[in-house]
């Protein structure tokens, strides 16, 4: 039998384990069934959704990368891995909303599925002991957490990424209402680059059908609406991937 080479654990999320990868400047990036909300007081273990987002992720940062987002993302090792490239994540949650829903209804009074006037870029400071509170540019700029050129890049991309996953979306008759996205910084010789990084799934977009606004995300989680997998199965199988359902539970070896 081969023998498995031990990979060192570098960090355990909620949902993804980081082990170095093999090569220097590479991470490996693994999937968890783990599924938490309103920053872990709800949790559960969801079988197969860290097979479903591996490859909904694979598949969405292909498609920005062939765009000319640059981002982490290297390739799918497996059903649960992915090598990334390694980065300095910077500590910022960049979000996307085209339609008011989730906090924004909460904070502003507004009524979800509400149209906003354009799209909304916001910025959480990343704190799970904070609640990733709410940020402004001016926080950013006054503690430093990005450089004022690197934040101008990283609301560019956003928009742009924004643009391409709408239409994405779109083809598969999904609406993208919002979406979380965090950025890294990749260092080259004498410089560094702010490049997408973590991932792109239906845990961190709100994907409503164009037609019927069944949420196909993870409020079906937060908000108990049923069957968390198969909302996840539908989404992967409108952005035409395919999905083994007998190879959902394929537990790739965890390792310390
Ligand atoms: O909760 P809220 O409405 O602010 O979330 C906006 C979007 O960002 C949602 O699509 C949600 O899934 C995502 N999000 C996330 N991780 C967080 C906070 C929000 O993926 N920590």
Not at 122 to 150: A, M, N, Q, R, T
Not at 181 to 190: M, S
């Amino acid at each position: 039998m081969a023998l498995l080479r031990k990979k060192k654990k570098l960090y355990e999320g909620k949902a993804k384990v980081l082990f170095e990868g093999p090569e220097p400047g590479t991470i490996i990036q693994y999937f968890k069934d783990d599924a938490t909300a309103f920053n872990n007081k709800k949790k559960d273990i969801i079988n197969g959704k860290g097979v479903l987002n591996n490859r909904i992720s694979e598949s969405i940062m292909t498609h920005l990368n062939r765009a000319g987002i640059p981002t982490h993302f290297i390739k799918r090792i497996n059903m649960r891995e992915q090598l990334v490239k390694k980065v300095d994540i910077v500590p910022i949650e960049v979000i996307v909303r085209n339609v008011a829903a989730g906090g924004i209804c909460t904070r502003l009074g507004l009524t979800e599925g509400d149209p906003l006037p354009r799209t909304l870029i916001e910025f959480c400071y990343k704190s799970d002991e904070l609640d990733d509170p709410l940020i402004s540019d001016d926080h950013i700029y006054c503690f430093g957490w990005v450089e004022p050129y690197e934040l101008d890049e990283i609301k560019i991309y956003a928009l742009r990424i924004n643009d391409i996953l709408t239409g994405l979306f779109a083809a598969a008759n999904l609406q993208l209402v919002d979406f979380k996205i965090e950025f890294g910084r990749l260092q080259h010789e004498d410089h560094s680059e702010i490049v997408l990084a973590d991932e792109i799934s239906p845990d961190s977009c709100r994907l409503w059908d164009l037609d019927t606004k069944q949420k196909l995300d993870k409020d079906v989680f937060r908000r108990d609406l049923g069957n968390l997998t198969e909302a996840y199965i539908d989404v992967a199988r409108r952005l035409g991937i395919r999905i083994d359902s007998n190879k959902l539970h394929e537990q790739h070896e965890e390792q310390e």
